[in-house]
């Protein structure tokens, strides 16, 4: 069965509550964000004590009192207004460069993407070695992934989206954003095999047989772990038939038969090139075979 995702809404809708309760965990005594805890009395970013003594302190004190009781209360623009504002006029205060990070967070939730994005890859500019890097970079892939349209219009901003799930992935394994950032790239991977799968049909109807086949072949060598795939080699057998190229026809479809016996387009792949009832075999010189290591 193919899976196509026709809009974003169900792309993304099998990862919203783990991306959530990954962005915003929950504690007994408030929220932690990234690995910062935002509640007040918190034993690493408590909110701060105003020190009337010093009024630039006092300052600092009021607008990340202010961004982080606004991000509590869901008011993600204010929040979002009050740690750019500590950013602007204490840029070198530490609770500004915690606070930069709360500021990705709130346009996040804003759907402020490119905002998010902007203030991620500040903290990553500014602070590559610090403890929550890897959120600012989770952060980015999250924005970029939100942006993913549908499958008929441009794929340009999934394979953004793409690149940087996998960065994370990549450069933090033991993060407890990798598996998340994995299974998001996973959907977007599907995504992107998908539209191929879109625009092979779509020249298959037009008799275009050898564009389509293009299209169905960069599916088994580019995103063969995808769902798309058995599709795909039922297609190419398709094509291959339309062309009268029955040994690759006869390939496409035995190794869709060794690889998903029991998927109904094996069974129509069968019924298309089986001849004398005999089951399809391989060409084991066919890059169909090659791809998958027959």
Not at 69 to 89: H, I, M, P, V, W
Not at 194 to 203: C, F, L, N, P, S
Not at 234 to 239: I, K, M, T, V, W
Not at 244 to 269: C, H, K, M
């Amino acid at each position: 069965m193919v899976i196509r995702f026709s809009t974003k809404a169900k792309l993304l809708r099998d990862c919203a509550v783990a991306a959530t309760l990954l962005l915003v965990g929950c504690s007994a005594g408030g929220i932690d964000i990234g690995g910062i805890n935002i509640r007040r009395g918190g034993a690493d970013t408590e909110a701060l004590s105003p020190d009337l003594a010093r009024s630039d302190d006092a300052q600092v004190a009021q607008l990340y009192n202010a961004g982080l009781d606004q991000l509590k209360s869901g008011k993600y623009t204010e929040a979002a207004r009050n740690f750019s504002e500590l950013e602007r006029l204490h840029p070198y205060s530490k609770w500004a460069t915690k606070g930069l990070l709360m500021q990705a967070f709130a346009n996040y939730q804003n759907n402020k993407y490119s905002d998010a994005i902007d203030a991620s890859q500040r903290f990553i500019a500014l602070h590559p070695g610090h403890e929550n890097i890897d959120y600012a970079y989770y952060i980015v892939a999250l924005s970029q992934y939100e942006q993913i349209g549908d499958v008929q219009r441009d794929q340009s901003q999934t394979a953004k989206a793409l690149d940087a799930l996998e960065e994370v992935a990549r450069r933090f394994p033991d993060s407890r954003y990798a598996a998340d950032a994995q299974l998001k790239a996973r959907l977007a991977r599907d995504h992107l095999a998908a539209k191929d799968m879109e625009v092979g049909r779509y020249y298959f109807k037009k008799g275009d047989w050898l564009a389509g086949i293009n299209r169905f072949k960069d599916v088994i060598t580019t995103y063969q772990q995808t769902s798309q795939t058995p599709e795909a080699l039922y297609r190419l057998s398709e094509g291959y038939m339309a062309l009268g190229i029955r040994s690759e026809a006869q390939t496409a479809a035995a190794v869709l038969g060794r690889n998903f016996p029991s998927s109904t387009w094996y069974r129509d792949a069968y019924t298309l090139v089986a001849s004398d009832g005999r089951a399809p075999t391989a060409n084991s010189t066919s890059w169909i075979s090659k791809a998958f290591g027959l």
